[in-house]
């Protein structure tokens, strides 16, 4: 999910090496031996127990996940009849977990294996922007990382946002330091990825997010690049018109879906149009308001659905990680249940899965905490002292 990587610990063994022991062979080199040493038959036999234990597990899972949805959707008709849920609205086990054999190597190489699904294509930023240009004319705007973050400074202090709130989001979802075109999988050591999620910027923000809130909020945004044109002469409002344009033709596209999440999902994630789309997250101008909008709409969605609180930062992550109706219902929720409901609550089984934080956390207290936490220890990072300072 949106912005969360763990870094490799590598073993020094220079001390054994130095005193003559031999090193232990690296993981690639063990399974390559593995690999190596089992025969046609032994390997079709080996991964016919793996994908029998896998589809058993897969059943199970299915279940579960099935069970956990069909209990989301009786909370949100609750929620919309002003109801609050009771403990039996939530699954109250854990997820089911793998514990089968592992994969076979193959010793014919690497390789498709028949019987298991294979994971969709997921676009990177090469691809976000070659489909803006191709599909829609559109070329982002793209400054430095303190201009960027000056300006998402700027947008989130018009829009009500507080320093606090900018701060620990961009904090937990990019390790502190992570920049305004930065994708989960893909960092700096890393730049050849792969991507685990399309999610773009300070607040990781999801394709699926940038067509709908064009297309809910596209109006406002076009009025607010027509009057900064209005403040450009030469080159930089030739430039300025030829965005609006091509913004005008993405917004209405974006209009031209049929407005539901599931709709604006599967186009924000395999069509090249969707993927174009995506692309004003980097822009100077747009990419500030689509990430501010989206943080402003989970506000205006807490209010409207009878929270007077002020959200805190790990508060308003728990809306941005989890979506709005999730993160509100564990906002929401009875301190005591806290500690029995298990995060698998708030999430799709995939976003789950790819979201250490959620599995680690197991419950609701524990996410909470380990937001708060990681908000406290990455605040404290260059890249999140630089946004404090954009304010």
Same mark, same amino acid.
């Given at each position: ?28 080199? %063990?399974?390559?031996?593995? !690999? =190596? !040493? ?45 109801? &609050?849920? !009771? ?33 969709? $294509? ?15 004319? +559109? ?8 201009? +960027?973050?000056?300006? $998402?400074?700027?947008? =989130? ?14 904090? +937990? ?52 690049? #027509? ?24 917004? !209405?596209?974006? #209009? ?41 709409? %989970?506000?205006?969605?807490?209010? =409207?659905?009878? $929270?007077?609180? %002020? ?8 809306? *941005? ?23 698998? *609550? ?13 599995? &680690? ?18 605040? #404290? ?7 404090? =300072?954009?304010?």
């Amino acid at each position: 999910m949106r912005g969360m990587r763990r870094r490799l610990l590598g073993l020094c063994l220079t001390g054994l090496i130095a005193a003559g022991t031999p090193a232990a062979p690296s993981p690639a080199q %063990s399974s390559f031996k593995l !690999a =190596a !040493a089992l025969t046609p038959a032994e390997y079709r036999e080996k991964l016919a127990q793996y994908l029998h234990a896998r589809r058993a597990y897969e059943q199970e899972a299915e279940r579960y996940w099935n069970t956990v949805t069909k209990k989301r959707i009786a909370r949100r008709v609750k929620h919309r009849k002003h109801e &609050r849920p !009771a403990l039996t609205d939530y699954v109250l086990s854990q997820p089911p977990v793998y514990r089968g054999p592992r994969r076979p190597i193959n010793p014919a190489g690497p390789g498709p294996v028949p019987g298991e699904k294979r994971r969709p $294509y997921i676009p990177v930023v090469a691809d976000f922007l070659k489909s803006a240009a191709k599909e829609f004319g +559109f070329v982002p705007q793209q400054v430095s990382e303190i201009a +960027f973050k000056r300006a $998402y400074a700027k947008a =989130a202090r018009e829009a009500g946002l507080t320093r606090d709130q900018i701060v620990g989001i961009y904090a +937990f979802e990019t390790d502190g330091h992570g920049t305004y075109d930065e994708q989960p999988g893909i960092t700096r050591r890393r730049p050849h990825g792969p991507a685990i999620s399309p999610a773009l910027g300070y607040n990781q923000l999801l394709s699926t997010n940038t067509l709908s809130l064009i297309a809910d909020h596209g109006n406002h945004m076009l009025a607010a690049l #027509r009057q900064k044109a209005k403040t450009l002469s030469g080159a930089l409002r030739s430039t300025m018109e030829r965005k609006i344009e091509a913004f005008k033709r993405m917004l !209405a596209f974006s #209009r031209s879906i049929r407005p539901r999440w599931s709709e604006y999902d599967v186009v924000a994630k395999t069509t090249p149009r969707g993927w174009g789309v995506h692309a004003a997250v980097l822009d100077r101008d747009l990419g500030p308001m689509l990430q501010v909008q989206n943080l402003v709409d %989970s506000l205006r969605f807490a209010r =409207a659905n009878g $929270y007077t609180g %002020s959200l805190s930062a790990a508060e308003l992550e728990l809306m *941005n990680l989890t979506g709005d109706g999730n993160g509100l219902d564990m906002v929401m929720m009875p301190q005591a249940w806290r500690a029995r409901v298990p995060t698998a *609550n708030f999430f799709q089984q995939r976003g789950y899965e790819r979201n250490p934080v959620a599995r &680690r956390a197991g419950v609701v207290t524990g996410l909470l905490k380990e937001i708060n936490d990681t908000i406290d220890h990455r605040s #404290r990072a260059s890249g999140a002292k630089d946004m404090a =300072a954009a304010f």
